[in-house]
């Protein structure tokens, strides 16, 4: 949609076949952003893309499993030759393992936590800061957890997985605060109706929580703000 508040602007969303990330994907192609959608399955992400052509909106999709770090360079590849930046770029995607005691916790699993929710969220901010250079407004938006902040029991290695996640985005936008435009936030959505949510409580009502489209709306008020860098809110807090 050419009339939006970030027409011309082109975003990249991990995460995007489903959840708070596909919800991010369709708010923003709504305001006029060419949304790049990132995410393992392929028709999942095909439908995120057909609901945001059917609405009148621009996408792109881009199957990518964030285990592979050559996908996300030869993603950033395709997007340096095409599009020539990256304004936004919301990291939504993550891997909930096994809720057990640490003493417990299944070392491969956790490996793959670690991989996708960690040494993925580097290797996107190597393969994309000389894109998001290029943006006279750019914006990183990394989505979050309480548990990140305030350990639980039973959720050591999602948890930890999160901490450092936060602690990675803290330090790149304290590096580039003053030699660059790009901007970062951590945002913690908070209980929310997601897959990943009915795996951590599946006696939960799914009615109980908010759907991912009240996120998404919370997030493009956000982005569509200049906030100060490093910047933490969690959904309960204005942006």
């Known amino acids: 949609m050419s009339d ?39 028709k999942a992400l095909e439908a995120v893309e057909d609901h945001i052509f059917q609405a009148g909106g621009s996408a792109t999709i881009a199957p990518v499993d964030l285990v592979e770090p050559d996908g996300i360079a030869r993603l950033a590849s395709a997007v340096l030759e095409r599009w020539g930046k990256l304004d936004i770029l919301v990291i939504a995607a993550a891997l909930l393992p096994e809720l057990t005691a640490v003493a417990q916790i299944d070392q491969k699993a956790f490996n793959k936590a670690l991989t ?48 450092a996640f936060e602690v990675l985005l803290d330090c790149y936008a304290q590096e580039v ?27 939960e009502d799914p009615a109980s929580v908010k759907p991912p489209e009240a996120v998404a709306e919370a997030l493009i008020a956000l982005l569509g703000k200049q906030f100060p860098s490093p910047t933490r809110l969690s959904f309960n807090q204005p942006a």
């Open 116 to 163: 996708v929710n960690l040494l993925a969220t580097q290797a996107l901010i190597a393969n994309f800061d000389p894109l998001l250079r290029k943006s006279a407004d750019a914006r990183v938006i990394g989505l979050t957890t309480t548990v990140a902040e305030k350990p639980r029991a039973y959720w050591g290695a999602y948890g930890a997985t999160k901490a």
């Open 4 to 42: 939006g508040q970030f027409a011309g602007q082109i975003a990249l969303v991990t995460g995007a076949s489903k959840g708070i990330g596909a919800a991010t994907a369709i708010a923003l192609a709504t305001e006029g952003a060419h949304v790049l959608l990132t995410g393992r399955d392929t």
């Open 177 to 203: 605060a003053n030699i660059s435009k790009i901007r970062v936030a951590l945002y913690n959505p908070g209980a929310t109706r997601t897959a990943m949510r009915a795996r951590a409580y599946p006696g």
